[in-house]
């Protein structure tokens, strides 16, 4: 069984990278999916259906063309990661997190234990708390069989 892995939140460092290297390098049989991680590709999502004067309105369009695609891959995943970068807010990786618990999808969270206590319903949500990539890569070694 192939399976898939959708890789939400921070976009500012390595992570992604480091566990696709990481699934490869052991040979996982995995195909990872994510979000749009161009932060202006995604703010200019909804651009295509019109110019906005209102920058809420910008925004409430590129979120709702955005979502056609997150929706899906979350919906078509087997487990999602879920990381939270301690630099900036990630409030859609959260929202990423309540819909993986409201479909009933497992996932991981990937964090410092610097923000462990504005995360405590993620986390008491989560199947799994890795605070590295490389412990990301151990959980997937432990629960897909090769």
Not at 46 to 75: C, M, P, Y
Not at 94 to 123: M, N, Q
Not at 126 to 139: D, G, K, L, N, S
Request: net charge negative.
């Amino acid at each position: 069984m192939q399976w898939t892995v959708y890789l939400s939140g921070e976009i500012h460092s390595d992570w992604r990278q480091q566990i696709e290297q990481g699934a490869e390098a052991h040979g996982l049989p995995v195909k990872f999916t994510s979000p749009i991680t161009n932060h202006e590709a995604s703010d200019a999502a909804g651009d295509v259906l019109g110019s906005e004067q209102d920058n809420f309105w910008r925004d409430h369009k590129s979120a709702k063309v955005n979502a056609i695609r997150i929706q899906t891959l979350i919906k078509n995943c087997d487990i999602a990661i879920i990381r939270f970068g301690d630099k900036y807010k990630q409030w859609n990786a959260a929202f990423d997190a309540g819909f993986c618990a409201a479909l009933g999808k497992p996932y991981i969270t990937l964090h410092d234990e610097a923000i462990i206590h504005p995360l405590k319903e993620v986390d008491a949500a989560a199947m799994a708390w890795a605070r590295t990539p490389e412990q990301v890569i151990e959980v997937l070694k432990n629960i897909i069989s090769v």
